[in-house]
């Protein structure tokens, strides 16, 4: 790291040029021929986060709540995944006492994902 020249002198500079590979005689090994970033091609489209905690599940019935206020779903809608969060939370607590219950709390957080799915499907519908 350098220290900025300009005004400013607690601030950092960090290079983005890394250091030139050794030269060695011979062949380059493989590691000194890779880029020093490299680029990863993706969709640009958020992947939406996975129903595995209480946290997450808390964020969706925010999210609905933000949805609901700026009318981009029914209160019908709204209210379907209200309910679907209690009963997951409740579904939550009885769990950590009793662990049988983990498939019916897993079946029914895909439930509300699937929900969640199809919401965002009838978003994008409508924002065309």
Do not use: C, Y
């Amino acid at each position: 790291m350098a220290r900025s020249k300009k005004k400013n002198k607690g601030q950092l500079e960090l290079p983005f040029k890394g250091s030139a590979p050794p030269q060695r005689e011979g062949r380059a090994s493989e590691s000194e021929l890779r880029p020093l970033l490299r680029l990863i091609h993706g969709s640009g489209a958020k992947q939406p986060p996975s129903l595995d905690s209480r946290d997450a599940v808390v964020r969706v019935l925010i999210g609905a709540g933000a949805d609901l206020l700026l009318r981009r779903i029914s209160s019908e809608r709204a209210e379907e995944i209200r309910r679907r969060v209690e009963r997951i939370m409740s579904l939550f607590d009885r769990v950590d006492e009793s662990p049988e219950l983990l498939p019916s709390l897993k079946r029914r957080l895909d439930e509300l994902e699937s929900l969640m799915r199809e919401t965002r499907g009838l978003q994008a519908g409508r924002s065309r």
